[in-house]
């Protein structure tokens, strides 16, 4: 099947209702301005004409928000797996072979096990482990030009410095990415390590931290169109 871009939420429920209850179905999240989401794209279009029996669907998360906050879309590039009517997986961020097995697994089409990893003694698993959550993180904190990370989403942030940057960013027209670190533990737990920063929320520009939301204040005190001509390109 190729790939369909949803026009509305109406649209969405019209495409899911429709198809057979035992049609898979991938939903592929995306912003048009965040590169990540660019590779994936293209990952998303190329899987979708090898896997006949199941529906690919792609949709703007920020053209769409009704539909991103009724699968709690955290970031971007997101993908839900449905089948059955139910959502059986869901993945966040640039992972074309974690994509790509996920997809073949809910066609029914198994892949070869993989071979079993020799035992390791647990100082190296953890430096692995340290290592691979740092990778992730170097990822997220650029996955779009201005990444917030902070407490609930933009639609219903879970804390009033969550809510009070999200409407700085808001009022001085800054499109932003963001993540939800209520999601995921370990992103909020390394993401303190990673950034020596220990508090939420946390603000990226172009990969680089810029702080929290006193920070944030403290810039628009020095300069009140900080983030007017704040360049992103």
């Given at each position: 099947?190729s790939?369909?871009?949803v026009?509305?939420e109406s649209?969405?429920n019209e495409?899911?209702?429709?198809?057979?209850?035992t049609?898979?179905?991938?939903?592929?999240?995306?912003?048009?301005?965040?590169?990540?989401?660019?590779?994936?794209?293209a990952v998303?279009?190329f899987?979708a004409?090898?896997?006949?029996?199941?529906?690919?669907?792609?949709?703007?998360?920020?053209?769409?928000?009704?539909?991103?906050?009724t699968?709690?879309?955290?970031?971007?590039?997101?993908?839900?797996?449905i089948k059955?009517g139910?959502?059986?997986?869901?993945?966040?961020?640039?992972?074309?072979k974690e994509?790509s097995?996920a997809?073949?697994?809910?066609?029914?089409?198994q892949?070869?096990?993989?071979?079993?990893?020799v035992?390791?003694?647990?100082?190296?698993?953890?430096?692995?482990?340290?290592?691979?959550?740092?990778?992730?993180l170097?990822?997220?904190v650029?996955a779009a030009?201005?990444?917030?990370?902070?407490?609930?989403?933009?639609?219903a942030?879970?804390?009033?410095?969550?809510?009070?940057?999200?409407?700085?960013?808001?009022?001085?027209?800054?499109?932003f990415?963001?993540?939800?670190?209520l999601?995921?533990?370990?992103?909020?737990?390394?993401?303190?390590?990673f950034?020596?920063w220990?508090?939420?929320?946390?603000l990226?520009?172009?990969g680089?931290?810029?702080?929290?939301?006193?920070?944030?204040?403290e810039m628009?005190?020095?300069?009140?169109?900080?983030?007017?001509?704040?360049q992103?390109?």
């Amino acid at each position: 099947m190729s790939v369909v871009e949803v026009t509305s939420e109406s649209h969405f429920n019209e495409l899911t209702t429709s198809l057979p209850s035992t049609t898979p179905i991938t939903v592929s999240f995306h912003t048009p301005w965040a590169a990540p989401c660019k590779q994936m794209n293209a990952v998303f279009s190329f899987l979708a004409t090898q896997y006949k029996d199941i529906a690919f669907l792609s949709v703007d998360a920020e053209a769409h928000p009704e539909i991103s906050e009724t699968f709690d879309v955290s970031a971007v590039p997101f993908f839900v797996l449905i089948k059955n009517g139910k959502v059986v997986r869901e993945l966040s961020g640039a992972d074309p072979k974690e994509l790509s097995a996920a997809i073949q697994e809910l066609s029914g089409q198994q892949a070869a096990a993989a071979p079993a990893p020799v035992a390791e003694n647990d100082a190296k698993e953890e430096t692995t482990a340290e290592e691979d959550l740092n990778a992730r993180l170097a990822k997220l904190v650029s996955a779009a030009p201005v990444m917030l990370f902070m407490k609930g989403t933009p639609a219903a942030p879970q804390c009033g410095f969550s809510r009070q940057l999200v409407g700085i960013l808001r009022e001085n027209q800054v499109r932003f990415g963001f993540f939800d670190i209520l999601k995921d533990d370990a992103v909020r737990q390394g993401l303190k390590k990673f950034s020596d920063w220990p508090t939420f929320p946390q603000l990226y520009v172009n990969g680089e931290l810029q702080g929290g939301l006193d920070i944030a204040k403290e810039m628009l005190a020095e300069d009140p169109n900080y983030f007017k001509n704040l360049q992103t390109a």
